[in-house]
């Protein structure tokens, strides 16, 4: 099997755990088509590229779509290019933080921010919120936040959140 032959059977296993991820993002009403899914493939294949990373074994778009399917900012008509940008954030925050987080745990970093601090600005959650994850590496509370599953970490970066997050309790409560 020469080089080429891989890749094709490699961009085709990843493609089909792409679209196999309709199962559970139908459920939110978010779908890829195949054309969708190959524009995702191939730019996370570009932002590997120039951020010069390898990825071995799994994608992390299944991931990615597994985390956000459910936000409140994604909706059938930004999927594709929701999923495009989320992906090339990813790579960026993983390069910037030098793979001191796991996949799974900057995956809830981000969604966390995501939700809570940029309410889906991916400008910020780019910038600001790359800053953040940053700082708290250079002064080593990394540990804590992981522990607290970093809901500090929104509760820290945008200190009204806490008093809304209480305000909508009690609001529902009312």
């Known amino acids: 099997m020469n080089q080429n032959e891989l890749a094709k059977l490699t961009s085709s296993y990843q ?17 890829l088509t195949k054309e969708d899914a ?3 493939v191939s730019a996370r294949n570009k932002s590997l590229q120039q951020k010069g990373r390898i990825e071995l074994g ?6 990615i779509i597994y985390e956000f399917c459910d936000s409140e900012y994604i909706e059938q008509g930004n ?3 929701s999923l495009i940008r989320l992906t090339d954030i990813f790579y960026l925050y993983k390069n910037e933080t030098e793979d001191l987080l796991k996949d799974d745990e900057l995956l809830l970093y981000m969604k966390l921010m995501f939700e809570n601090v940029c309410r889906g600005d ?29 809901k500090t970490v929104c ?8 008093l809304r997050e209480e305000l909508y309790i009690k609001g529902l409560s009312d």
């Open 122 to 150: 991916f400008d910020e959650l780019e910038g600001s919120c790359l800053f953040y994850i940053q700082e708290i590496i250079q002064e080593g509370n990394l540990n804590y936040y992981l522990e607290t599953d970093f």
């Open 15 to 31: 493609l089909d755990k792409v679209i196999k991820t309709n199962d559970t993002a139908n459920r939110f009403g978010l779908t």
């Open 38 to 40: 190959e524009l995702v």
């Open 79 to 81: 999927y594709t290019t």
């Open 58 to 63: 799994e994608s992390i778009i299944p991931s």
């Open 155 to 162: 509760v820290d970066f945008d200190p009204g959140l806490a």
